[in-house]
């Protein structure tokens, strides 16, 4: 790369290579994907156009001053931190019963909920509110623009604010934001879904979706301001873009009990922190082994609510198989018997648990390991057992998202799924408890 940067500089100097024309230079080609495999590893960073003029702009400095490559590419870090700006992830939590709240919630110094605030209508006409909400405060105190919900409700989603809105707040770069929040949402509502899975629904089972008055968002908001912008007033409208969510936008809980319990929104508040910090990760801090660990976790995250919205209509087999990967890709590698490999790293993880002994563990990896084989090799598995149990023609409706298992009968389903129960707790403990340690 020292060699590389030379010729570059060389090149530079000589006006051979410029912003206008380096895209048709093979050299520079080389040397920006080197380049930008370097600055990926920073905690902010964008591709965009004001990535382009950081390099060009370092790239003149470094020829009137002569800086090697790690000077050019610290100052390129500082440039690009710079265009760092406080950022608000705004997630609607659909079907989270609002009037279970009973005031807004402070869950750290970065997420937040605040109870629904429904825009005022009457007959088609925009009534404007006396008072701001703290909703609306605290967006103008932390982006320090105006949120416009008029705007919001007429242009992006008629629903947004029919749910209570959580908050997460971040300073970066709003590009990095911007891709990073689809993950982050979807964490949020895998670990809600996971904390709450062997929970009890509301009205003996059917829970809060079934008696709902309003129907879910299908967006979520992310929303800044420019760079040295003044957080004193007036404020403008802000920037911002409103996304769709990357997972079945339902939240199928009793709301009390998630709510109410400390030791849960504890826990929540904890995962969704820890899964932030590694979307905005420094990965020079990191050693390899500890960038795999949180990439796996990552990814796990995203394929248990792939899990349970299978689940959630039935496709079991599907499920299964989602959650025995998971339980590989964080415990062993690609070779070997990998149940048996499974279940020593399970006991291993479950040491001292009660809940999970070591025959429970082997009993359950042992039964549902051989219903994977059947399905992936024969075709055949809890589904097939399962559609023969029940009509076809059932008056009970599915609907992606909603929490498995709760809306059917248990007796009446095969006797495979109360395994498959079990295996979702199994796989939601792992999940809660896998270490990332993020500097």
Not at 130 to 156: D, M
Not at 410 to 424: D, I, M, N, Q, T
């Amino acid at each position: 790369m020292k060699l590389l940067f030379e010729k570059i500089i060389d090149a530079v100097k000589s006006k051979n290579i410029t912003i206008h024309n380096y895209h048709e230079s093979e050299l520079f080609n080389k040397f920006g994907n080197k380049l930008w495999a370097d600055v990926q590893r920073f905690s902010k960073y964008t591709p965009d156009g004001r990535y382009e003029k950081i390099v060009f702009d370092e790239l003149d400095n470094a020829v009137n001053n002569q800086l090697d490559y790690d000077n050019f590419l610290k100052r390129i870090e500082n440039s690009l931190e710079s265009l760092s700006v406080p950022c608000l992830i705004l997630v609607p939590l659909n079907f989270i019963n609002d009037d279970d709240i009973a005031t807004d919630l402070t869950l750290s110094n970065n997420i937040r909920l605040f109870k629904t605030d429904k825009p005022q209508i009457d007959k088609g006409i925009w009534r404007t509110k006396s008072k701001k909400s703290n909703l609306e405060e605290y967006f103008e105190h932390t982006v320090y623009a105006q949120l416009s919900r008029e705007h919001i409700v007429t242009a992006k989603d008629r629903n947004f604010f029919n749910y209570p809105i959580l908050t997460i707040f971040v300073n970066n770069i709003d590009w990095k934001v911007e891709i990073e929040s689809g993950r982050i949402v979807s964490a949020a509502y895998a670990f809600i879904r996971m904390i709450e899975f062997d929970t009890k629904l509301d009205c003996g089972g059917w829970g809060y979706l079934m008696r709902a008055e309003h129907n879910p968002a299908h967006v979520y908001g992310v929303y800044y301001n420019e760079t040295h912008v003044s957080p004193k007033p007036p404020y403008d409208s802000g920037y911002g873009y409103s996304l769709r969510f990357q997972c079945s936008p339902i939240l199928d809980i009793s709301t009390k009990d998630f709510i109410n319990n400390k030791a849960h929104l504890t826990e929540f508040t904890t995962l969704l922190t820890q899964y932030i910090n590694c979307c905005f990760k420094d990965e020079r801090l990191l050693s390899q082994f500890s960038l795999t660990k949180i990439r796996r976790w990552q990814n796990a995250i995203q394929m248990y609510n792939s899990a349970y919205e299978n689940a959630s209509i039935e496709k079991y087999d599907e499920a299964l198989v989602l959650l025995l990967v998971i339980l590989e890709s964080l415990f062993i590698s690609n070779s070997g018997n990998k149940k048996e490999k499974v279940i020593k790293a399970l006991v291993d993880f479950f040491q001292g648990d009660s809940n999970f002994s070591e025959s429970l563990i082997r009993q359950l990896i042992t039964s549902t390991y051989k219903l994977r084989n059947k399905f992936v090799h024969e075709g055949m598995g809890i589904d097939n057992e399962y559609v023969y149990l029940k009509s076809l023609n059932d008056y009970q409706g599915e609907v992606m998202g909603m929490k498995p298992f709760a809306h059917s009968e248990l007796g009446l389903v095969s006797k495979h799924c109360r395994e498959l129960y079990v295996l979702f707790i199994l796989v939601g403990r792992v999940l809660r408890s896998y270490t990332c340690e993020i500097s």
